[in-house]
Nanobody, 114 residues
Framework: QVRPVESGGGLVQAGGSLTLSCTVSRNMFLGNDLGWYRQAPGKERELVAFVRRGGEKHFVDSVKGRFAILRDNAKMYLQMNSLLPEDTGVYYC??????????WGQGTQVTVSS
């Protein structure tokens, strides 16, 4: 299996923006709903947004209206606006369905300072 590769994280002040990128294999891209997960310090990894193969998008309440998700050409993006300190964490991408998730990539660190 080819693990996902995430990039685009960094340190940003509250209210700022970042765009994360994820590259997956073509088979994974074509065959699955894809999601962005966040693991905040001391917490379990959670799914914060996902996009279905057909384009339908879903977000957890805490990021609705601030995050956007896009999938295109074996890549997936997470546009994060109006960032809050509680958005801090390591962000990962993977299949949205836990039954078909593959090995996790290294993730990308997002740190939002207050």
């Amino acid at each position: 299996q080819v693990r996902p590769v995430e990039s685009g994280g960094g340190l940003v002040q509250a209210g700022g923006s970042l765009t994360l990128s994820c590259t997956v294999s073509r088979n994974m891209f074509l065959g699955n709903d894809l999601g962005w997960y966040r693991q905040a310090p001391g917490k379990e990894r959670e799914l914060v947004a996902f996009v279905r193969r057909g384009g339908e998008k879903h977000f957890v309440d805490s990021v609705k209206g601030r995050f956007a998700i896009l999938r295109d050409n074996a890549k997936m993006y997470l546009q994060m606006n109006s960032l809050l300190p509680e958005d801090t964490g390591v962000y990962y991408c993977n299949a949205a369905d836990p039954r078909v998730r593959i090995a996790w990539g290294q993730g990308t660190q997002v740190t939002v300072s207050s």
